[in-house]
C-alpha cells in the first residue's frame, strides 16, 4: 500500500456523553445524552457489520490501520457511562477511552473511583478531561496548567494507570494550551471538531464524531462507510460551528453563546459544579 492510501485512511473518533434515562442527577446539556435504544442500536450496527475498535494508540502509532476500525471515546464519565455503556461495550468485546472529569469522581450522578478502576482492568483507556471541566482557553495560563496536572496525576495516582490522553472541555483549544499539554507528558488531544481523524493525523487535534440525540445508527452507518460527506446538512452545520468560533476566538463565541443561553436560545448547557 503506498504512503499516500495510508494517509487517505479515516478513523472514525466517536464520542459519547451520556445516556437520557441514567443521567437525570447529573446537571448537563440534554442534547448530548442518547436514549439507551439508539446507542443499543448504534452499538449493534457497529457489530454485526464486523467494525472492530482500535485505541487511540493504535490511530497515532502505526500507520495504516484496518478499514472499519473506529475509536469510542466517553467524555465526562456520568453514571452510565459505567451503568450503561460499559457492560453494552464489553458485550460486543469493544474497548472505549474515558475521559473522566477527575474533580467529580463519586459525586453524585457521576462514576466513583472504584467502577473506574473496574473498568480500567476491564481494558478502558482512561484519558483526563481536567479537574472541574473549566473552559482551558478561557482561565489563566497557570490556572489551565494545573487542572491539566492535577487531574493527570490525581487519574494516575489514584487508578494506577498512565494517562497519556487529554480531552478538551468544550474543545476549547489554543496554541498555548497544546504546548502545556505537551509540557505535562500529554501525547494526544482529543477536541470537539466533528469529522474523521486519519492514520497520522495531527495528534494535538484530534477530531472527533460527538453523538447526540436525535442520532441514531443511521449516522454511524454513514461515517462508516465513509458516507458522511461535506456536503450533509450536519455536516455543514458542525463545521459552520466550529468556523464561527475560530473567526470570532473562544472568548467571544463564549460570550455569545452565554447571552443566546439566557435568552433562551439554547435550554440548557453543561453546567458542572466547580471546586471541591
Ligand atoms: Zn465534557
Redesign the pocket.
Known amino acids: 500500500m503506498s504512503s499516500r492510501e495510508i494517509k487517505k485512511r479515516r478513523v472514525p473518533i466517536f464520542l459519547y456523553?451520556g445516556v437520557s434515562e441514567c443521567d437525570a442527577d447529573a446537571i448537563r446539556d440534554p442534547i448530548y445524552a442518547l436514549p439507551s435504544a439508539a446507542i443499543n442500536a448504534q452499538v449493534a450496527w457497529l457489530r454485526e457489520h464486523g467494525c472492530a475498535t482500535v485505541p487511540l494508540d493504535a490511530i497515532l502509532a502505526r500507520p495504516g490501520g484496518e478499514e472499519g476500525s473506529c475509536v469510542i471515546t466517553i467524555?465526562?464519565c456520568l453514571v452510565s457511562a459505567y451503568t450503561h455503556l460499559f457492560p453494552l461495550l464489553l458485550s460486543a468485546g469493544y474497548r472505549a477511552v474515558l475521559f473522566p472529569?477527575a474533580g467529580m469522581v463519586g459525586r453524585r450522578g457521576w462514576v466513583g473511583w472504584g467502577e473506574l478502576d473496574e473498568m480500567c482492568r476491564a481494558g478502558m483507556e482512561i484519558g483526563s478531561?481536567t479537574v472541574s471541566?473549566a473552559n482551558l482557553a478561557a482561565i489563566p495560563p497557570d490556572e489551565a496548567k494545573r487542572e491539566l496536572r492535577e487531574s493527570k496525576k490525581l487519574l494516575e495516582d489514584r487508578l494506577g494507570v498512565r494517562v497519556k490522553f487529554l480531552s478538551l472541555?468544550g474543545g476549547y483549544h489554543s496554541a498555548t494550551l497544546t504546548a502545556a499539554a505537551i509540557e505535562t507528558g500529554y501525547e494526544a488531544i482529543c477536541g470537539s471538531v466533528f469529522g474523521y481523524s486519519r492514520y497520522g493525523a495531527d495528534r494535538y487535534a484530534l477530531k472527533r464524531f460527538c453523538l447526540r440525540q436525535g442520532d441514531g445508527e443511521v449516522i454511524i452507518r454513514r461515517i462508516m462507510r465513509g458516507a458522511f460527506m461535506p456536503l450533509s446538512p450536519r455536516y455543514l452545520r458542525e463545521r459552520g460551528k466550529g468556523l464561527c468560533r475560530r473567526l470570532m476566538g473562544e472568548r467571544l463565541y463564549t460570550a455569545v453563546r452565554g447571552a443566546l443561553i439566557t435568552r433562551g436560545a439554547y435550554k440548557t448547557l453543561?453546567r458542572f459544579p466547580v471546586g471541591g
Request: aromatic residues 0%; negative net charge; hydrophobic residues 10%.
Open positions: 456523553h467524555d465526562d472529569v478531561h471541566h472541555p453543561p
